[in-house]
């Protein structure tokens, strides 16, 4: 596609629900991250994929969060037991090669967990 | 460690010069990013210093110098459109680290 796509652009869950948002990166980029922000804050780093494995998943911030690109291009973030305190927007990012090379970002993914 | 420090707001009037300082602490340092966010919004690319000195386009310039861990960007002839988060990122081997951002307010 044309630029970075993320679905859905808004999720309200309940606490203790699962969820999953999804990434289509641009065509041919080989780099895709993961970043959260929220409100009033630079976007936090959570997981770089080069191709279809993760390279870099060092902003996890526990076990409910991860990750798959299983064929090197659409990625999901998969969230188990949501808490409040994963409210944020979800950005995910594409770049060419890597980070020598600017990103490209989607609109996000507004998650509310009430 | 990894820090990323800028000033959380500015303000300026329009039609000056504005510029936006970034300091930096990051291992396998490649480059200095600088991004524009508008408010509920997706962060846009503006700028990338690889090498010291001084990039310009346009109405925008971004400066690096890697041996003090510094960047700024410089924006010139503001218009009320420029009113945005910029946000300064180093690039490392795996990610960008992302400063939280420069408030800028442009006043009429």
């Known amino acids: 596609g044309a630029g970075v796509s993320q679905t859905p652009s808004n999720k309200v869950t309940e606490k203790g629900k699962y969820v999953e948002l999804r990434c289509d990166p641009i065509?041919?980029?080989?780099?895709l991250y993961w970043y959260r922000q929220s409100l009033g804050q630079g976007p936090e780093f959570l997981i770089y994929?080069?191709?279809?494995?993760?390279?870099?998943d060092s902003g996890l911030p526990n076990d409910r969060f991860f990750a798959v690109r299983p064929e090197g291009s659409v990625s999901t973030l998969k969230i188990q037991r949501t808490e409040r305190g994963d409210s944020a927007v979800y950005l995910c990012?594409?770049?060419?090669?890597?980070?020598?090379?600017?990103?490209?970002f989607g609109q996000g993914t507004r998650l509310t967990v009430v | 460690g990894q820090n990323i420090d800028q000033p959380t707001e500015m303000t300026a009037t329009e039609g000056a010069i504005v510029q936006i300082n970034c300091t930096y602490q990051?291992?396998?340092?490649?480059?200095l990013f600088w991004y524009q966010q508008h408010a509920g919004e997706a962060p846009t690319f503006l700028s990338y210093?690889?090498?010291?000195g001084l990039e310009e386009k346009g109405r925008f310039s971004s400066f690096l110098s890697r041996s003090k861990g510094y960047s700024y960007l410089l924006l010139k002839e503001l218009q009320m459109k420029d009113s945005a988060s910029y946000l300064c990122a180093a690039s490392g081997t795996y990610k960008y680290i992302f400063g939280t951002g420069t408030r800028l307010k442009v006043l009429a």
């Open positions: 994929f080069q191709g279809t494995g993760a390279a870099d």
């Open positions: 990012a594409s770049s060419s090669t890597g980070t020598n090379t600017e990103a490209f």
């Open positions: 990051t291992s396998g340092f490649n480059g």
């Open positions: 065509s041919g980029h080989t780099a």
């Open positions: 210093n690889v090498l010291d």
